[in-house]
Nanobody
């Protein structure tokens, strides 16, 4: 069992920055691939970013490429999402998720085994 707790959300103006953190506890964090998803009001949850356990590469959804950076510190059992140049359309609840599968599509929510409770990010226009 893995418990995930997100933090770092808040209210920022357009163009601002935030860094989200996702702290894991329980089983060995370093063996899990970690994903970030978000859900805006009235919309379905969508994939944002993914980093495998090795941290060797990161996948981003097109709309955040060049603005968001995902990283992880296995020694601290924490994954981060640095978000720059934020836009109002980035407003959403952001979730981190963990999975053991190394081959399933990274954007598939069903491929993730554990989810955090989410943290609200609001970007004012």
């Amino acid at each position: 069992q893995v418990q995930l707790v997100e933090s770092g959300g808040g209210l920022v103006p357009t163009g601002g920055s935030l860094t989200l953190s996702c702290a894991a506890s329980g089983r060995t964090f370093s063996s899990y691939g970690m994903g970030w998803f978000r859900q805006a009001p009235g919309k379905e949850r969508e994939f944002v970013a993914y980093m495998p356990w090795s941290g060797s590469s990161t996948t981003y959804t097109e709309s955040v490429k060049g603005r968001f950076t995902c990283s992880r510190d296995n020694a601290k059992d924490t994954v981060y999402l640095q978000m720059n140049s934020l836009k109002p359309e980035d407003t959403a609840v952001y979730y981190c998720a963990a999975r053991t599968s190394a081959f399933a599509t990274v954007s598939s929510m069903t491929s993730y085994d554990y989810w955090g409770q989410g943290t609200q990010v609001t970007v004012s226009s």
